[in-house]
């Protein structure tokens, strides 16, 4: 018996993923949950365990290719010992085999199976990636298999376009032959479709070079191509500036000139997103700054009381995440956002609080989800393990959705403060600068103490001045005085 394991959706709209790493081989036995492969999506690394155990029959795809939802990531065959206990034995009597037990599709991407009787599985791990039992119709025996690979920059899937009534469907023939109004491909990616859409045709009577005929990305820009069409992407098709005579003769032109030793670095597919989400948080919200410069001793000398009386260690970042967790249930109005559709104002309940962190594949922000639910040594456990993940930047989907407020340590940069743009669609986000020794006025003498800077950014929709500047002097006074926070627990 083969199972084929869908890739599924990674949450928060995202369809596909390039493969970072595998790590098993055709030929290797896999227990249930055993991590499999490492993927990158537009938001994190994920490693993706597997469903059900086996040996390895074949994989989805080399390492660089890109996968959509919904195409096979692996193969598995039975397990060692369920695949020496079907083999016959010599003089036993002869086994009726009985035809194998067609089912209905499934909604959703899960699992592929030929057999209705499955082994026990894990339990679901992401949203798509089913471990109840498959009902998926068996695939014909004449729909091959597309390992793609990449060759000379491009995807190549070794399989050849169908011919059509038309004649050949290669670059230079009748793009339109290609279309078939009757046809009903399979496509996953609302990317793709609407790709389709802004070109003025239905994706879906393509026919699909993906698994099962899936229609890719790539089936819907070769068929522009052959149209004769620029394959614009969805944004910019519906933002396209009008003609001019540089587009009118087919002439891009560069906003500068390339100069001698100069370089281009194409974005990859979390720093377009990345790119993209900043813009629209500088687009959309009209954020204002509050700031005031803070004497930290007291909380230093607080930390090392409380690691001395514990004997475990507590990080400033910890116990400023304490403090602002606090200071929001007393000020809702900045753990809350703005729906600019519905014109309204969301208060959130829980505390969700997001802590940007830099990765090896760049800047994210990763979620301690139900913060207002932790007493202080959970709040650091559960820092900690961001902040471990942060190290290799592999992070599971759901630790980087759903964030409320943002608390951003930028003085581990070693600087003092940063107009930062708020992470949408939250309200506002919470900055801490570097710890320094200043002099400072203490009972009207000069004394060294050690000060940082606080920036809170916050967006004017949801909240004014004095509601932004009340959280950042409460957050100010715990850290000046950490015992004044025990009222507030």
């Not at 067609?102 to 599985?121: I, K, M, R």
């Not at 990636?129 to 498959?134: A, D, E, H, K, L």
């Not at 969805?234 to 003609?243: D, E, L, Y």
Request: hydrophobic share 45%.
């Amino acid at each position: 018996m083969s199972r084929d394991f869908i890739l599924p959706d990674l949450g928060e709209g995202l369809t596909e993923a390039e493969i970072v790493a595998w790590l098993v081989a055709p030929g290797d036995e896999v227990t249930t949950d055993q991590v499999v492969v490492e993927l990158e999506s537009a938001k994190s690394v994920v490693q993706l365990p597997t469903p059900f155990a086996g040996v390895v029959e074949a994989l989805g795809g080399e390492v660089g290719e890109v996968l959509h939802a919904g195409s096979v990531l692996l193969t598995l065959g039975s397990e060692v010992g369920a695949a020496d206990a079907a083999a016959p034995v010599e003089g036993a009597a002869p086994v009726e085999v009985t035809a194998p037990v067609e089912v209905a599709a499934p909604a959703e991407p899960g699992v592929v199976t030929n057999d209705s009787a499955l082994a026990e599985e894990s339990g679901a791990v992401l949203i798509g990636y089913g471990t109840r039992q498959s009902t998926v119709t068996k695939r014909a025996a004449s729909a091959p298999k597309r390992f793609g690979r990449r060759s000379g920059g491009s995807l190549s899937t070794g399989v050849s376009a169908p011919a059509t009534a038309g004649g050949s469907t290669g670059p230079g023939s009748n793009g339109a032959t290609r279309l078939d109004a009757a046809r009903r491909s399979p496509v996953v990616s609302p990317i793709v479709r609407r790709l389709a859409r802004e070109h003025g045709f239905d994706a879906s009577q393509l026919l699909g070079t993906g698994h099962d005929h899936l229609v890719m990305r790539r089936d819907v820009e070769s068929f522009i191509a052959e149209l004769g069409e620029p394959a614009m992407t969805p944004s910019a098709a519906t933002s396209a500036a009008p003609s001019t005579s540089s587009t009118v003769t087919g002439e891009t032109p560069s906003p500068v000139a390339d100069g001698e030793g100069d370089r281009r670095v194409p974005l990859d597919r979390m720093a377009r997103a990345a790119a993209a989400h900043f813009s629209r948080s500088r687009r959309e919200i009209p954020e204002a700054t509050v700031w005031m410069d803070v004497d930290a001793t007291e909380l230093r000398g607080a930390r090392r009381q409380l690691q001395e009386a514990t004997g475990e260690r507590f990080g400033i970042t910890a116990l400023i995440a304490r403090f602002v967790v606090a200071g929001l249930a007393k000020h809702p109005a900045l753990n809350a956002s703005f729906d600019a559709e519905r014109e309204e104002l969301v208060y959130h309940s829980a505390v969700n609080l997001g802590l940007a962190a830099q990765t090896p594949r760049g800047l994210l922000v990763p979620v301690v989800h139900g913060a207002e639910r932790m007493p202080l040594r959970a709040l650091r456990d559960a820092i900690t393990t961001r902040t471990d993940e942060a190290a290799t930047g592999a992070f599971s989907p759901s630790a980087l959705t759903g964030g409320t407020f943002t608390l951003n340590n930028y003085g581990t940069l070693g600087v003092d403060g940063s107009a930062a743009i708020i992470n949408h669609p939250e309200a506002a986000m919470l900055g801490v600068g570097r710890f320094i020794e200043r002099p400072w006025v203490v009972d009207g003498a000069l004394a060294v103490r050690t000060v940082t800077e606080l920036t809170l950014s916050f967006d004017h929709r949801v909240c004014d001045g004095a509601e932004a500047a009340a959280l950042l002097t409460f957050v100010a006074q715990c850290i000046e005085r950490p015992v004044s926070v025990l009222a507030e627990l």
